[in-house]
Antibody
């Protein structure tokens, strides 16, 4: 059974870059049937899709974040990464790493436990 | 403000049936598959329904999804205390060019 585990800084200063890594276990990020992505949840609020990436390097980014966002996959390490530049307090959230079923379903079938990041000086 | 509209809350007694609506448009629900997720407090969301009405393995048939036009519905029958939590609909929006979630519906078992 696939397992996803996020790791991140916990606290980031405004205007700096937020970086997360997600380690994937018991499943290859190179599997052709899945994409990989990130979803976040501000404290007490709903879910927001951040972006998704395929092992070919293809990406889909949320337009509201696109100018600040970079997603990448490290196939040898079986990891995915998120970098979000110029963060503000609005980026404070619980960040989930997710596996997304391909074939146009846009369904996220496996989730990490989430990692909280606070943006504060 | 999400492009997918869900009621903030629904409630029912144990054993009863509840339905959660998700209203959208032709840019999203009307032309793309809908998924549903359950989030109980302090845990990650769990996929309940994909492709409008398909259950992943391990999801009990008490949970069912349907879609008509630009609206989707999640039904939960035989409500249990463990079903308390927040439920989200989700789909692709071709106008926003983004995956979008509804605002969430909190289910209370009375």
């Amino acid at each position: 059974q696939v397992q996803l585990q996020e790791s991140g800084p916990g606290l980031v200063k405004p205007s700096e870059t937020l970086s997360f890594t997600c380690s994937v276990s018991y499943f290859s990020v190179q599997d052709n049937n899945y994409w990989w992505g990130w979803i976040r949840q501000p404290p007490g609020k709903g879910l927001e899709w951040i972006g998704s990436i395929y092992h070919s390097g293809s990406t889909w980014y949320n337009p509201s974040l696109k100018s600040r966002l970079t997603l990448s996959l490290d196939s040898p390490k079986n990891q995915l990464s998120l970098n979000l530049k110029y963060v503000t307090a609005a980026d404070t959230a619980l960040y989930f790493c997710v596996r997304q079923i391909a074939a146009s379903t846009w369904a996220f079938d496996s989730w990490g436990q989430g990692a909280l990041v606070s943006v504060s000086s | 403000q999400s492009v997918l509209t869900q009621p903030p809350s629904v409630s029912a007694a144990p054993g009863q049936r509840v339905t959660i609506s998700c209203s959208g448009s032709s840019f999203n629900i009307g032309n793309h598959y809908v998924s549903w997720y359950q989030q109980v407090p302090e845990t990650a969301p769990k996929l309940l329904i994909l492709k409008d009405d398909k259950r992943p393995s391990g999801i009990p048939d008490r949970f069912s999804g349907s879609k008509s036009g630009t609206s989707a519905t999640l039904a939960i029958t035989g409500l249990q205390t463990g079903d308390e939590g927040t439920y989200y609909c989700e789909t692709w929006d071709s106008s926003l060019v983004a995956a979008v979630f509804g605002g969430g519906t909190h289910v209370t078992v009375l």
